[in-house]
């Protein structure tokens, strides 16, 4: 059974950083890609980044050159470096598989971005 437990967010100022975490279990880890999504009120759900198993990243327009997606399979784990946060970054974020999203949710983490 897969399980995703995402964790690091938090209240931050613009032009902040935040690093996010996301724990994986029940997958063959190392040979999955991963992706983190986030869905911001009254929005749909939109894929941010993802990253395949052997590391090539792609990332929304939107996020490009300030997020930066990583791996630790030894962790099962990957990361969300985010800087130079705006305001429209606000959202609750999730990381599950690109570009499906086919595992179960996990609780996801709240980044709220102050102006």
């Known amino acids: 059974q897969v399980q995703l437990v995402e964790s690091g967010g938090g209240l931050v100022q613009a032009g902040g950083s935040l690093r996010l975490s996301c724990a994986a279990s029940?997958?063959?880890?190392?040979?999955?890609?991963m992706g983190w999504y986030r869905q911001a009120p009254g929005k749909w759900r939109e894929l941010v980044a993802s990253?395949?198993?052997?590391?090539?990243?792609n990332y929304a327009d939107s996020v490009k050159g300030r997020f930066t997606i990583s791996r630790d399979n030894a962790k099962n784990t990957v990361y969300l470096q985010m800087n130079s946060l705006k305001p429209e970054d606000t959202a609750v974020y999730y990381c599950?598989?690109?570009?499906?999203?086919?595992?179960?949710w996990g609780q996801g983490t709240q980044v709220t971005v102050s102006s």
């Open positions: 599950n598989e690109p570009p499906l999203a086919s595992w179960p």
């Open positions: 990253i395949t198993g052997g590391g090539r990243t």
């Open positions: 029940g997958i063959i880890f190392s040979i999955n890609a």
